[in-house]
C-alpha cells in the first residue's frame, strides 16, 4: 500500500530556524529545514516504534520577513540523562542558575547571556509529509493514517508545536477543500539542514546525533525534500558539522 501525503497549514507570529554553522548568534534559514516539519507532525501523531515521517515538501503561503531580536538564553543545558535520573526518583532535580555573580554560581559558564537572534515573523507554511512504516508494521498504514488525520482535524497535540525555539509556538490545522497557493518565491539556499538523527532505523534515547544536510532549493514558493535514502542527502561522518 502507497502512503498518502497528509497536509497540515502551520502558522505563528514568529519563528527562528538556527543555522547550524553560526554558534554564537542565531540567523534563521528563510523557511523550516525538513527536520523542523517533522517536528510539527510528531507534535501531532508519533509512534516512533511503528513509522517515521518523511517530510516530502515545505510550501510558503508568505514571504521570509525577518526581525532583529535580543532574547536571554542560559548557558547550561540539561541532559537527558539527568532528566531521565529525576523523573525516575534516583536523583534530587538541580536547577539551572539564571542569575547571579561567579561568587554564586562559582563559575562563568553559568548564568544568563544576551544573544542576537534574526528571527522570522508572521509565518505560514504548508508541510507535506508521509508516514513510513517500519518493517513489520506496513499492514497498519491505514490505520496510522487514520489515526493521525482525527488528531489533527480536531487540534489535539502530544505537546504543544514550535517554530524552531520552544517559544515560538506553532499553530496548525489539516489541510483540506481549496489549496491556498504558495507565494511567488524563489531562492537557492544552499546546503541545508536535513536532519539531526538516523532516519534509517527506528531510534533510542541513547542515539547519538547523526547530522545529515541537502541542497535546498525554493521555486514558486515550494521546497521540495529528497527522501532520506536518496543519494542527494549528504551523511556526515560523526555526526557534526
Request: glycine share 6%; charged share 30%.
Amino acid at each position: 500500500m502507497n502512503p498518502h501525503m497528509q497536509e497540515i497549514l502551520v502558522w505563528g507570529d514568529f519563528a527562528c530556524y538556527s543555522r547550524p554553522e553560526l554558534k554564537v548568534e542565531r540567523f534563521s534559514y528563510p523557511l523550516p529545514p525538513p527536520s523542523a516539519a517533522r517536528g510539527v507532525f510528531e507534535a501531532i501523531y508519533a509512534k516512533p516504534k511503528e513509522f517515521r515521517w518523511q517530510v516530502e515538501r515545505i510550501e510558503l503561503l508568505s514571504i521570509p520577513s525577518f526581525i532583529a531580536l535580543r532574547r536571554n538564553e542560559v548557558k547550561e543545558k540539561i541532559s537527558v540523562a539527568a532528566v531521565e535520573q529525576w523523573a525516575k526518583g534516583r536523583k534530587a532535580p538541580e536547577p539551572i542558575w539564571a542569575d547571579g555573580d561567579r561568587d554564586l554560581l562559582g563559575s562563568d559558564e553559568k548564568g544568563r547571556t544576551q544573544r542576537q537572534t534574526m528571527a522570522l515573523r508572521n509565518v505560514r507554511y504548508r508541510f507535506c509529509a508521509t508516514i513510513r512504516p517500519w518493517p513489520s508494521f506496513e499492514n497498519h498504514l491505514a490505520a496510522l493514517e487514520a489515526q493521525f488525520r482525527r488528531r489533527a482535524e480536531s487540534g489535539k497535540c502530544f505537546y504543544q508545536p514550535y517554530l524552531g525555539c520552544r517559544e515560538f509556538a506553532a499553530y496548525f490545522e489539516l489541510s483540506t477543500g481549496d489549496q491556498e497557493p504558495p507565494k511567488p518565491w524563489s531562492a537557492d539556499l544552499g546546503l541545508m539542514l536535513y536532519d539531526v538523527f538516523d532516519l534509517s532505523r527506528p531510534g533510542t534515547g541513547e542515539d547519538k546525533p547523526a547530522i545529515s544536510l541537502f541542497r535546498a532549493r525554493v521555486e514558486s514558493g515550494v521546497m521540495r525534500v529528497p527522501r532520506y535514502e536518496d543519494a542527494a542527502v549528504i551523511k556526515l561522518a560523526g555526526g557534526a558539522i
